[in-house]
């Protein structure tokens, strides 16, 4: 349920999921559906156009970088319906001999785009593409692949931004968001979700001439490899899964635990920051916290303007934190831009970090994803996924009646987040209920090992998590204990993909128990 490339702003939280996915193969008799023309198709490589293009280049590995398409059936179970022109982008192995396959990414959201984020990050995954060809997509709903969007719902990636202290105008707003989305989307919209997607991946699989899928996923990634290994066992290559999603929590418990988490991380930045000279906030990390807490409050009373008559509240700067957390290297960039807001009122520099950060795995630019994909795609499809993969829904008057407990018990684990992460519990409501799978079916898998990462002070997949998905998937998980910060370990430690390197290029699989100390 992570935010984009771990997803902005929100992080929890349509549709109706598929249920218990059948064998994909033809049918045979048995009155399966008939899915052999999707199994016996070739991509087709070619250029990148746009700005998939731009960002190629402007990394310097233009020449390397293709783009195709795999076909997938809208309904698996009506594959006659209609199809899905699934985005994907290659970038060539560099191995003088035969590589050994392809090595499939998936960067994290739910709603987070593959294409543009692998051309934006060919250097961050140079190593691997000594023996892989490294792939990415655009999951169904999301880029280049029938993107989703809720229309003027979803401007501003936060459609239920409205006050929970009034739920009933709050739930009446989110049936008008229900309703908009299913306007303004195709007719992939009800049959998003993570069992659905974990099906186009071995669409995928057989696309590229792979007997096993290898596999890399970061964040709401590791759901969706964790369900591909409880779909397609015998189709399981060697799979890493860092920053490990839950299977089981229900959506408020993940939002709470996404609060707490973003917290944790906040207190571990300012205690960083107040033993720094020059720290805006002193060197007093107590009172930095409630300093904190009270800027935030003061600006939601009182925004800042811009000479064109923008605000600037203080829900503003719990995005940019929600962000800035997720990679410790951003803490520097994060200390001096809240020196520029406390000292002369300038929140300029907040602004450019929210545009520049990238969520979850991926850094640098390579968010962006076309002029023909709506402005609201990545909120749009985090919603329709974490809607899809969650079977609870709770009634008007239960909603309403809980409401006001959800707001002391968030606003108690977060006096910062607790707001931000409330409103997305009620997001599913008005839509049809989710798939039961997930969170009954994928346990106790018949896989090779799988190698789970956990980062200790991770501010959106709480290392518990880790530990609790590793039991569920049962004795082929192996969890690697990243003792560092942020969000996700690959990238952020070289103890860590030293790991998964050596894990996915040499089946070298870490003892279990092992550890990497913090960088």
């Avoid at 968001?177 to 009800?190: F, I, Q, T």
């Avoid at 951003?330 to 009122?345: E, I, N, R, T």
């Avoid at 997930?438 to 090779?448: A, H, L, N, Q």
Wanted: charge should be negative; glycine fraction near 12%; hydrophobic fraction near 40%.
């Amino acid at each position: 349920m992570r935010g984009a490339c771990a997803v902005a702003g929100v992080t929890t939280l349509v549709v109706v999921g598929a249920g218990v996915p059948g064998a994909a193969v033809a049918d045979d008799g048995g009155g399966r559906p008939d899915l052999a023309r999707f199994y016996t198709q070739k991509i087709k490589w070619a250029g990148c156009t746009g700005d998939t293009e731009a960002v190629a280049e402007a990394t310097g590995g233009a020449k390397d970088v293709r783009c195709g398409h795999v076909t997938v059936p809208i309904d698996y179970a009506k594959p006659a319906a209609g199809t899905v022109d699934v985005a994907m982008i290659r970038m060539k192995s560099s191995s003088s001999g035969k590589p050994r396959g392809s090595l499939l990414l998936n960067f994290g959201g739910p709603g987070g785009p593959g294409v543009s984020a692998l051309a934006g990050a060919q250097k961050d995954f140079g190593f691997l593409s000594k023996d892989y060809d490294v792939v990415s997509f655009d999951p169904r709903g999301v880029g280049r692949s029938e993107p989703v969007s809720c229309g003027d719902a979803g401007e501003g990636g936060d459609p239920a931004s409205g006050d929970a202290t009034d739920p009933a105008a709050v739930l009446k707003e989110m049936r008008k968001v229900a309703k908009e989305c299913a306007d303004k989307s195709g007719p992939v919209l009800p049959h998003m979700g993570t069992v659905n997607v974990s099906r186009d991946m071995d669409v995928m699989r057989q696309a590229l001439g792979d007997k096993k899928l290898n596999y890399l996923g970061f964040s709401y990634g590791t759901r969706l490899g964790a369900v591909y290994a409880a779909q397609f066992p015998k189709k399981v290559g060697r799979m890493a899964l860092d920053g490990v999603d839950t299977l089981t929590e229900p959506v408020a418990e993940q939002s709470l635990a996404t609060a707490e988490g973003r917290q944790t991380a906040l207190d571990n930045f300012l205690t960083w920051c107040t033993g720094n000279a020059g720290c805006v906030f002193g060197t007093d990390s107590r009172g930095a916290r409630q300093s904190m807490v009270r800027i935030i409050q003061e600006m939601d009373q009182m925004p800042l303007r811009s000479m064109d008559g923008a605000e600037f509240t203080g829900q503003d700067v719990v995005s940019v934190l929600s962000q800035a957390l997720y990679s410790r290297q951003a803490w520097p960039a994060l200390s001096q831009a809240l020196g520029a807001l406390l000292a002369d009122g300038d929140p300029r520099a907040l602004i450019r970090m929210s545009g520049g950060l990238a969520h979850g795995a991926v850094r640098g630019g390579a968010r962006a994803m076309g002029e023909d994909v709506p402005a609201d795609n990545m909120a749009a499809a985090l919603m329709a996924v974490n809607c899809a993969d969650d079977p609870d829904r709770p009634d008007a008057a239960r909603i309403e009646k809980e409401v006001g407990r959800l707001q002391k018990e968030f606003d108690e684990a977060s006096p910062v987040f607790g707001r931000s992460m409330l409103m997305p519990v009620l997001l599913c409501f008005g839509r049809p209920a989710g798939t039961s799978y997930i969170r009954e079916d994928v346990r106790d898998v018949k896989t090779p090992k799988l190698l789970l990462v956990g980062t200790r002070g991770d501010p959106a997949t709480p290392y518990r998590w880790t530990e609790e998905t590793a039991r569920r998937l049962g004795s082929q998980a192996v969890v690697l204990d990243n003792k560092g910060d942020g969000h996700t370990g690959y990238l952020g430690s070289e103890c860590v993909q030293d790991k998964v390197n050596g894990f996915l290029l040499y089946g070298e699989t870490p003892k279990t128990g092992s550890s990497c100390a913090a960088e």
